[in-house]
Structures are given as structure tokens and as C-alpha cells.
């Protein structure tokens, strides 16, 4: 198995010593047919082979908020399962795995599922060299140097896609929620626009702000020109392209604003004492990339 799949987390020995019954259970499970059994624990180029439980692939799933409009990417797709139960669900599913035999697996187990081939379809290679940026959902079950390697392709894919990974995080882009299934952490993260910058705002019936946003991830604040003052940003949020936050004006006017951003550009509504109406909004400098950390060493706790 190739080191960058996503059944590869480093597990301890006694998952090896796991009997040759629950491996069998579980592949009678999903599905397929005799010959190669993968087992649990099986060792890969510098890892080991473990699956995800199917309750935490559900819930993975459920945390994406999955739909029959999606397509799913599952980056080391191991035996497929992720794949087949995001099909189930009426979404399009690709899964990447290096290992040919686990390929040739998920595609029986599929078939044995009665799946079509559009979708869920499974491909051999690796997947740095994939191109997954039609995603709309990414699951992952990599480790965290392998996930940071991930995040800057990661966060130039298109705002407001999904991304799901079994135990591992992306260091210090913090994800937007945590589950568990005992003990064993999902977390999912939203890809962010980058909205960071100067804006010039133009407010129907003709009031103008400028106003510099910045941004760590999907956290933003800022300020906005006031003449003398800057005042600053209250309950600014960012969800995908979505975009919200409030300020006070030079005679003590609360704004509130909620628009969608693209590139360049910021459309939606405010709400200004009892003024209401739509604003758009241009950048006047250019965005800065969100994953420009470098790492040169990850400690697995």
C-alpha cells in the first residue's frame, strides 16, 4: 500500500493480532467475494492498513451533510466503504487508493452493491497527483504530516466544500465541528474565500465605507474608515463564501451586513437603524494566500 492512502493511520501492534473472523465479518458485510481479504493492521509502505467503522463513516457523512448534488473524493479509499454508503446517499463517489488489490476489491464490493459505475468509481494512483478539485466533499483518513501536505490543494478548491477526516487534524486550521464515535474523533472543516483585504463598500442610498478585512482561516475581523476613527468589526463570521459582521458609524448607526463573496466582489444585504437595502462591495488589494505555513515537522501525540 502506497504511504498516502487514507486507511493509514499508525495503530498499535494488538490491532494486528485482530482474528482472521472479524476480518471476515467484516468483508461479508460489504459485500465481496472470496480471495484477497485485506487485513487489518497490514503493514504498507510505512503504514498500516485500518478502516474506518461504518458507524463513523455514516456519521462522517452526516457531518458533510451529503446529498445526491455532491461529489464525494475519498483520498485513500481502502476498501471502499466511504465510497459505497456516499453513493447509497445519491452522490456522485470517486475513491483513490494506490493498492491495486483494494481497488479491485471496492470494485466488487460496488458491483455486489449494484452500484452504476458513475456513481461510485474507483481509481489506482496516487493521490497528490489527482485531481479532485471538482469535489464538493473530500474524506480523508490520513496522518497529520500527509493532511498538511493536502491543505494548501485543500484550501484553493472551490469555498464551501466540505472536508471530513477520520482522527487527524490540519494543525492550526481549526475545524468547524468535532464528533466522536467513543473516543475516536470526525472532523469536519468549510473551505473558506479569501476575503482578507481593502474593500471599497457602496451602501443603497448611497453611503460608502471602506473597510480592511483580515483573515486566519475562516476567522476574520477588521476595521472600517471613519474619519478620524477606525472602528472595528463586531460578530464577523465567514462560512464558505458567506460572509457576516456589524459595525457602529461615525453617528452611532449599527450596520449589519450578510453578503457572498466572489472573488473580487461582495453582494448582499444590510440593515442600517430602520434603512434596509443591498450593497456591493470591490477589493482594492489582492487576497493573500491561506496556506502559505510552512511545516517542516509534525509530532504525533
Not at 50 to 76: N, S
Not at 194 to 200: D, E, K, L, M, P
Not at 231 to 254: M, S, W
Request: aromatic share 6%.
Amino acid at each position: 500500500m502506497h504511504p498516502h492512502v487514507r486507511r493509514a493511520a499508525a495503530v498499535p501492534v494488538v490491532a494486528r493480532a485482530l482474528t482472521l473472523a472479524v476480518v471476515l465479518a467484516a468483508s461479508t458485510a460489504l459485500g465481496q467475494e472470496p480471495g484477497y481479504e485485506p487485513q487489518i493492521g497490514q503493514p504498507g509502505k510505512d503504514v498500516v492498513w485500518v478502516p474506518t467503522p461504518e458507524a463513523l463513516v455514516e456519521r462522517m457523512l452526516a457531518m458533510a451533510q451529503l446529498g445526491p448534488g455532491d461529489v464525494v473524493f475519498d483520498l485513500g479509499s481502502g476498501d471502499g466503504r466511504t465510497v459505497i454508503a456516499a453513493a447509497k446517499r445519491g452522490a456522485r463517489a470517486v475513491g483513490v487508493e494506490f493498492n491495486p488489490d483494494l481497488v479491485a476489491l471496492s470494485r466488487r464490493s460496488a458491483e455486489h452493491e449494484r452500484l452504476p459505475g458513475d456513481r461510485a468509481r474507483f481509481v489506482q494512483g496516487d493521490i497528490f497527483e489527482t485531481d479532485f478539485s471538482g469535489a464538493t466533499v473530500v474524506t480523508l483518513y490520513l496522518l497529520p504530516d500527509l493532511n498538511l501536505r493536502l491543505r494548501p490543494t485543500l484550501l484553493d478548491m472551490r469555498p464551501g466544500t466540505r472536508v471530513v477526516s477520520h482522527m487527524f487534524k490540519m494543525q492550526d486550521w481549526e475545524p468547524e465541528e468535532t464528533s466522536y464515535l467513543g473516543s475516536t474523533p470526525a472532523y469536519l472543516w468549510i473551505v473558506p474565500a479569501r476575503v482578507q483585504g481593502t474593500w471599497s463598500f457602496a451602501l443603497q442610498g448611497g453611503a460608502t465605507f471602506s473597510i480592511d478585512l483580515e483573515q486566519t482561516f475562516q476567522k476574520i475581523g477588521g476595521t472600517v474608515d471613519l474619519g478620524r476613527v477606525r472602528g472595528g468589526l463586531r460578530d464577523a463570521r465567514l462560512h464558505g463564501d458567506v460572509l457576516r459582521f456589524a459595525f457602529v458609524d461615525g453617528k452611532g448607526v449599527l450596520h449589519e451586513l450578510d453578503g457572498r463573496a466572489t472573488g473580487d466582489r461582495l453582494e448582499g444585504t444590510f440593515r442600517a437603524g430602520t434603512r434596509k437595502g443591498r450593497f456591493s462591495a470591490t477589493r482594492r488589494t489582492e487576497p493573500k494566500a491561506l496556506s502559505g505555513l510552512q511545516v517542516s515537522s509534525v509530532r504525533i501525540m
